[in-house]
């Protein structure tokens, strides 16, 4: 991975933000890993973001939205950052 990539990443998980607290994805530590192949032109994007586990069905609702919303942004900032490659958000 190139620094240039390297840069393009960390840019997109400071912008990227939790919409409750506002805070980066990368300051949260909601990104694990991401992984990518320029032979595959593929990107893979580990979040670190657990599925809701409460008994409250609206708490649990809202969490499951947070989460996909982040998932959601992230997919599109990487694509417009790397036009050409596949982005997978896990």
């Known amino acids: 991975m190139t620094e240039e990539m390297k840069s393009k990443i960390d840019a997109i998980l400071e912008s990227v933000r939790e ?3 506002l805070r980066s994805v990368s ?3 909601l990104v694990r890993k991401v ?4 032979a595959q032109k593929r990107i893979i994007v580990e979040t670190d ?8 069905f609206v708490c ?3 969490t499951e939205t947070i989460r996909e919303s ?3 942004e992230l997919q599109e900032e990487f694509e417009k950052a790397f036009p050409g490659y596949e ?3 896990i």
């Open 49 to 56: 973001i657990t599925a809701p586990k409460t008994t409250c």
């Open 19 to 21: 919409p409750e607290t």
């Open 87 to 89: 982005t997978e958000v």
């Open 60 to 62: 649990g609702v809202v």
């Open 27 to 29: 300051s949260l530590n």
């Open 70 to 72: 982040i998932i959601r």
């Open 35 to 38: 992984s990518c192949s320029d």
